[in-house]
Every structure is written in structure tokens, then in C-alpha cells.
């Protein structure tokens, strides 16, 4: 974390009461703010699992993602089984709209209209 360092990925600004803020970069900008809000202040206040420390490798491609969520024991404690559950089975739903699968025969911009609206209707889910 660094006030200054504008890279940074978790940063807290240098400023008056009216301007205090945390800024987190390593969060999509489709991300849920909510539940990544209750994520990220939880596991600050609480801290993670001995055995799930991170080895420091995102996964490259949503069904790993998927598969790294559904198989954490914290994510289970965190948010809950049938909550992670629920995630899980939205997100796969929505990873088998794969715009590969449509790219030859529907238009870029339709493809992400079309998840676009997707995922509001997904997290109205929520």
C-alpha cells in the first residue's frame, strides 16, 4: 500500500476526512461492489486461511476462476455454501455464453451488450 504510488494495487490516499479513501486496482471492473466490499473488509478484519496463503498466480481463464472459487474452503466460510454455490452456477452459466461460441456468427458489440445485460440481470440475482 503506498499513498503515492499510483500503481499501487490497494492504496489510501493522503488527504482531509472528506477525501479518505481506499482504492483497490486489482478488483474487475465488473466485480460486484458489494460482495467484494464483504470480501475484502472481512478478510482484512479476520485474515485468510493458514493453508489457502495465494501462490501469487491468477488464474488466465474464467473455468479456472470458477474452479479456484468453488473448491476454496474460504470462500466457503466467508460467504457461506449456498451463497457459493449460487456464484458458482451463475458465473458458469454465464462463462458458457463464451463470445468464441458466438464470434463467428453475432457481432463483438452484440456479444457484449448481451453480457452486459446479462450481468445486471445476474446480480439483481443477489
Not at 458458457?96 to 446479462?118: N, W
Amino acid at each position: 500500500s503506498s499513498p503515492i504510488d499510483r500503481g499501487a494495487m490497494v492504496r489510501i490516499p493522503v488527504g482531509n476526512e472528506r477525501s479518505a479513501r481506499i482504492e483497490m486496482r486489482s478488483i474487475a471492473p465488473d466485480a460486484n461492489p458489494y460482495l467484494a466490499f464483504y470480501a475484502l473488509l472481512r478478510t482484512g478484519l479476520e485474515g485468510t486461511l493458514p493453508a489457502e496463503v495465494p501462490e501469487g498466480i491468477l488464474p488466465d481463464n474464467i473455468y479456472d476462476a470458477i474452479s479456484c472459487f468453488s473448491g476454496s474452503a474460504y470462500i466457503k466460510q466467508l460467504l457461506g455454501s449456498e451463497i457459493q454455490n449460487r456464484f458458482v452456477a451463475l458465473k458458469t452459466m454465464q462463462a458458457d455464453r463464451c463470445p468464441r461460441r458466438l464470434g463467428s456468427t453475432i457481432k463483438v458489440a452484440e456479444i457484449q451488450y448481451h453480457h452486459e445485460v446479462t450481468n445486471q440481470y445476474l446480480w439483481s440475482m443477489f
